[in-house]
């Protein structure tokens, strides 16, 4: 009834820039992370089974947050490069539980994440934008620390065969909070809720 999966990743990745043209001095960036998981899984029924994941994570920056360079003088803003953008770390600890009866399938699962150096995409750092006198000016950041928590439910139903084919609707809801750990201040790039709602109609030719 029980099943324990464990995993480790490990990963390397290095940016090697060539300076061609380019303003602004490019940078070169480099670093490696190992990654342990572990999922626990109970099989309590035939039905329904219940789950826990936790799992470490790293996400290089890329080569345009580091290194890529752009303005537009019409509108007067600017992006600019990071080169002492760092890699993010993150520890994420999730339990869910699923079901399974006749033609109903359900899915729910409450996660949290810590993350280190997470990395805020280009972010107003200074200026105004549409300010002739003081151009704004946006890069790419890490933010120290970070925590991410919420939940998803789904839910989908087989309702048989009519008028030659099967009849499937299904739904999902899910809320997401996201906050500096220093601050309290909420990331404005996390969507905080979605609702998805659908109807499916399948045929099969014989």
Do not use: M
């Not at 303005?71 to 990071?82: K, L």
């Not at 009866?101 to 995409?121: K, N, S």
């Amino acid at each position: 009834a029980w099943s324990i999966t464990p995993g480790l990743r490990a990963e390397h990745y290095k940016l090697d820039a060539s300076q061609n043209g380019f303003a602004p001095k490019v940078a070169n960036n480099s670093d490696s992370a190992v990654s342990p998981k572990l999922g626990v899984l109970f099989q309590a029924s035939e039905q329904w089974s219940v789950y826990g994941n936790y799992a470490a994570g790293f996400r290089a920056p890329n080569a345009g947050q580091v290194n890529a360079f752009f303005e537009n003088p019409n509108a007067y803003y600017r992006s600019i490069p990071n080169p002492d953008l760092k890699p993010e770390k993150s520890k994420t600890f999730e339990i869910g539980v699923r079901g399974r009866v006749d033609g109903f399938t359900f899915d729910a699962a409450a996660f949290t994440g810590r993350f280190t150096d997470f990395i805020q995409d280009q972010v107003l750092v200074s200026g105004q934008y549409g300010n002739p006198a003081n151009w704004a000016t946006f890069q790419s950041i890490n933010i120290d620390r970070v925590r991410i928590s919420g939940f998803e439910v789904k839910g989908e139903y087989d309702w048989g065969c009519y008028a030659g084919g099967r009849f499937i609707t299904n739904a999902a809801y899910g809320y997401t909070d996201g906050k500096e750990t220093n601050t309290n201040k909420p990331l404005d790039t996390i969507s905080p809720q979605q609702l998805v709602l659908g109807v499916r109609y399948e045929r099969k030719e014989v």
